[in-house]
């Protein structure tokens, strides 16, 4: 059976349903491919969703153990991993299946299987039914995502050795669990297992947690990740893996390992991700694919093949969910004829631990590789008097600064609720703001967006509440 539509978008996660979406909207006929039931993709199915609403529970169970110091005390936690493993799953469907009712309100052909493509203007799709489909187009949006990387020395395949997608199904919470990755993955499923219980052990290959994050932003999620976790070691490596039916004996290559190998009951591979460019029959069009798996794009997001687009995990880094969606917007506004390009400023990171790591734009080590002359200012959340009301006052706010402009360069912010703060951080950069432009803002009080306000008024020496001499006196 041959179909015909105007677009077709491969892969239906944030990137895939959100160009079909807006493809509709501009009158297109479109036609949406995937292999899940719902679009959704990875970000929803097994991804930062899950994940997010896990997050939620480990705060919760934090909160609850830290609330003896407000004068409020609970009783022992009792944590139903079977409810747990429900509440999680509905948070799943309701998201996918909203997804799927916007489909159907845009009248978005959706169809649910495998697709490879036949030439630049055809796709066979294998349906999840069975039968086979071809589909003519006249562009194809390329949006299929993204996997857990497995290394060769990690890739041993047994069930007390998970990737993220195996960790996000919490099908026990182990009395020890090693993490292999001190990334953002790494992290953030390794604080939701020490909040439901486990032992967490963290090993990272690199010198610090969060590679290519500024330092004193790291330190204040360290100081409090290190409470948590039994154990975090820097500068190792994991050399052998051996599972046995009652745990994973781990060989450990680093400063003050023990020679002997270390049992934990499971271990999390969380080093990463690969781009899943390998469609079948990308090597009949001129799609260029790149040494690291990535497809070679234009500032449209158009690949060598001019009918065909990538977007999202599959056009570069950062891997971010929110880069797809402006880089879908990019490719269908392009092909509706439009003249646009992917050129943001900044894309803003978030980790989702507890606290929380946001930033955006240049950071103070990207400043000094690339030998600019920026100064910073810092905020500490101690004298922020919201802060101070939650309790939560190890947070910090940080402004990299043009020294002769004044412009804002980079805002990086760590403590509770920082992925929220930081879009006032792309905004301002985005517009070209100044520090005394965001010093003219008002800010509501007390909230922890003043911290943004008084970290430009400190670079001043204007603070409020912290005193430092002026910059210009």
């Not at 309701?94 to 299987?113: A, F, N, S």
Request: some cysteine; aromatic content about 4%.
């Amino acid at each position: 059976m041959t179909h015909a539509t105007e677009l077709a978008v491969v892969g239906a996660g944030p990137g895939g349903y959100t160009a079909a979406f807006l493809a509709a909207d501009l009158g297109m006929k479109v036609t949406l491919i995937d292999e899940a039931p719902n679009p959704g993709g990875v970000c929803l199915y097994r991804g930062c969703m899950p994940s997010k609403a896990l997050l939620h529970v480990a705060k919760v169970l934090t909160e609850a153990q830290e609330a003896s110091q407000w004068g409020i005390s609970f009783g022992e936690p009792k944590v139903d991993l079977d409810r747990l493993r429900s509440w999680k799953s509905e948070v799943v469907s309701t998201l996918t299946g909203g997804l799927g009712q916007l489909t159907q309100q845009r009248k978005i052909e959706y169809v649910q299987g495998k697709a490879s493509l036949v030439d630049p203007n055809r796709a066979a799709v294998t349906v999840a039914d069975g039968s086979r489909r071809e589909i003519r187009f006249d562009h194809a949006i390329l949006a299929t995502g993204s996997r857990p990387a497995r290394p060769a020395a990690l890739a041993v395949q047994h069930d007390r050795i998970l990737d993220s997608t195996g960790a996000l199904e919490v099908q026990r919470i182990p009395p020890r669990l090693l993490v292999v990755g001190g990334g953002y993955i790494g992290l953030e499923l390794g604080s939701v297992y020490a909040a439901l219980g486990s032992a967490v052990t963290v090993v990272e290959m690199t010198p610090a947690l969060l590679p290519g994050v500024d330092p004193d932003l790291v330190r204040v999620f360290a100081r409090r990740f290190g409470a948590l976790a039994e154990a975090v070691r820097l500068n190792t490596t994991v050399t052998d893996l051996a599972p046995t039916d009652e745990g994973v004996d781990v060989r450990l290559e680093g400063p003050d390992v023990p020679a002997d190998p270390q049992r934990f009951d499971e271990v999390l591979v969380a080093v990463g991700r690969v781009p899943n460019s390998n469609i079948e029959g990308v090597d009949r069009t001129a799609v260029k694919v790149d040494a690291r798996g990535f497809i070679e794009v234009d500032a449209q997001r158009r690949t060598g093949e001019r009918s065909l687009f990538a977007i999202g995990d599959l056009a570069g880094e950062p891997m971010l969910a929110h880069k797809a969606f402006h880089e879908a917007r990019v490719a269908v506004e392009t092909i509706a004829g439009q003249s646009v390009a992917f050129e943001p400023l900044v894309i803003p990171a978030v980790v989702f631990t507890d606290p929380e790591i946001a930033w955006c734009g240049l950071t103070e080590a990207q400043a000094k590789a690339e030998g600019r002359t920026v100064s910073t200012s810092r905020f500490p959340w101690g004298a922020s008097g919201r802060a101070v009301t939650i309790s939560r006052t190890d947070g910090m706010t940080k402004l990299v600064v043009d020294k002769e402009s004044e412009s804002i360069l980079g805002v990086g912010i760590v403590g509770p609720g920082a992925g929220e703060l930081i879009a006032e951080g792309v905004v301002a950069i985005e517009m070209g703001a100044t520090i005394p432009d965001l010093t003219h803002c008002i800010h509501p009080h007390p909230t922890l967006s003043e911290t943004m306000l008084e970290s430009a008024e400190s670079f001043l020496g204007l603070s409020t509440h912290v005193y430092k001499p002026s910059r210009r006196s």
